[in-house]
Structures are given as C-alpha cells and as structure tokens.
C-alpha cells in the first residue's frame, strides 16, 4: 500500500481526534513528493494519453484526501 493509500485509511477509520491528527501527519509527509511531482512533471503535456494520466492521477489524491479533510482553503505562500 503506497503513503497517499496508508494517509487516506488512516484518515477514514480516525473517529477520534488524536487518530485524525495522526492521518494529517502522514498526509504532511507526502509534501516532498508532491513538491518533487509538480516541480518535475509537466502536468498539462502536449500528449494527451500523458496529460489524462497526469490529471487522473492528481484527482484521486484529491479524492482520497477530500475523504479526510476539506484543503481547498489551505493557502501557503
């Protein structure tokens, strides 16, 4: 099971609150690799079978992690 599936179970069988903080820890340690994917990965590619590939990939992070919590609000900068 890879770290985004282990994060997202942890964070959908976390009815209490010291579980769920412990789901979020283990989503905060998937930032280098994000970091890494979006620094490295040129998401909208010219070829399309690769650009499908690259924005399916980021709708099931999102999916899994939206089952956790809501991070469409989160601003860094």
Do not use: H, Y
């Not at 985004?4 to 903080?21: K, M, N, S, Y």
């Not at 283990?26 to 010219?46: C, E, G, Q, S, Y």
């Not at 099931?60 to 956790?68: A, D, G, M, P, Y």
């Amino acid at each position: 099971m890879g770290s985004v599936q282990r994060a997202c179970t942890a964070g959908l069988q976390a009815p209490r609150a010291a579980e769920l903080r412990e789901a979020l820890a283990l989503i905060a340690t998937l930032r280098p690799t994000v970091d890494l994917f979006f620094d490295k990965v040129m998401v909208l590619d010219a070829n399309e079978a690769v650009r499908s590939a690259n924005l399916g990939l980021i709708a099931e992070v999102l999916r899994n992690f939206s089952t956790i919590a809501d991070f469409s609000e989160i601003v860094t900068g």
